[in-house]
Nanobody, 114 residues
Framework: VQLQASGGGLVQPGGSLRLSCAAS????????MGWYRQAPGKQREVVAT???????TYLNSVKGRFTISRDIAKNTVYLQMNSLKPEDTAVYYCKAFNGAAGYWGQGTLVTVSS
C-alpha cells in the first residue's frame, strides 16, 4: 500500500490550498480515509475523515473551511483548505484506515504565513 500526498506549500493567510492523496494497493472506496496534521512541537491530530460510504467528520477548528472529498475512479482523496490561518501550519498526512494500524502517507508541508 502506498499513499502519495501532495499539494502543500506556502500560502498567505486567507488563501487556499488543495491537498491530494493518491492511493495504490488499496481501494479508497472500500476504506475510511483521513487527513491528519502535526505542527512543530505538537501531537498529530485528525483533521478530517471520510468513511467508505462517504460520511465526513471534521476537527472543530476547520469546520466550514476545509472539505474532504474523494474520487473513487482516480483512487484519490482530497482536502480543500480555504480561509487558511497561520495556526493551520503543519505537515499534513493522509491515512487509510485498514487493519490494526492503518497506512500512512509521507506528509506534505503546509505553511501559512505573510
Amino acid at each position: 500500500v502506498q499513499l502519495q500526498a501532495s499539494g502543500g506549500g506556502l500560502v498567505q493567510p486567507g488563501g487556499s490550498l488543495r491537498l491530494s492523496c493518491a492511493a495504490s494497493g488499496i481501494r479508497i472506496g472500500s476504506n475510511a480515509m483521513g487527513w491528519y496534521r502535526q505542527a512543530p512541537g505538537k501531537q498529530r491530530e485528525v483533521v478530517a475523515t471520510i468513511t467508505s460510504i462517504g460520511t465526513t467528520t471534521y476537527l472543530n477548528s476547520v469546520k466550514g473551511r476545509f472539505t474532504i472529498s474523494r474520487d473513487i475512479a482516480k483512487n484519490t482523496v482530497y482536502l480543500q483548505m480555504n480561509s487558511l490561518k497561520p495556526e493551520d501550519t503543519a505537515v499534513y498526512y493522509c491515512k487509510a484506515f485498514n487493519g490494526a494500524a492503518g497506512y500512512w502517507g509521507q506528509g506534505t508541508l503546509v505553511t501559512v504565513s505573510s
